[in-house]
């Protein structure tokens, strides 16, 4: 159970990353992935990589600048621009659906302007999910200029697209449904530099 603590990527730029492993029976045609991220970095980074044998940006959430958000489904990206943290913690979600094609992205519990992306797409069941780096193959092909370093924590993913209040309640760390991938019940590997310690504050 990883109540109150975080996951601590030391080194900048790293090698380390932490693998998540999910129950998938089935693939995604919609999700919701939420996380909370503490970082000083303005280089690239990636917070959130799934990768398929087919597509290695199956799923991402890319921050490629400080002031901008790429989310990725079956390869293709949409951007969000978003205001230049205040070195703070950053709560982000991002949901998609295939039937619509609509991805919406949350930032600290505020909706940004819904973007289309990839309109009737399945997302692969069988899948590498990665913290603090960004996968080019299967599980691997990292760039470490791309990696993460800082803290990640509340760390989710549904097979679903979730309400309004559901956004909110994931970054006011409220109760919330049952997840694919949930904090409190994660099941996860550390490979190489990444510290499990408690948040310094709420």
Known sequence: DLYRKVFVFRKNPSDAYVV???????PLHNFTVCLRSYTDLSRPHSLFSYATKAQDNEILL????????????????VTFRVPEGRGDWEHVCA????????AEFWLNGK??????LQRGYTVGATAAILLGQEQDSFGGGFDFYNSFSGELTDVYLWDATLSPDKMRAAFLSLRLPPALLAW?????????DVVVKPRLRE
């Not at 998540?20 to 089935?26: F, P, T």
């Not at 909706?111 to 289309?116: E, S």
């Open 20 to 26: 998540l492993r999910a129950r998938l029976e089935q």
């Open 62 to 77: 890319f921050k490629p600048k400080p002031e901008e958000y790429r989310f990725y489904v079956g390869g293709k990206f």
């Open 95 to 102: 949901s998609w659906e295939s039937a619509t094609g609509i």
């Open 111 to 116: 909706p940004w302007p819904r973007k289309g």
């Open 184 to 192: 409190n019940s994660l099941s996860y590997e550390v490979k190489g």
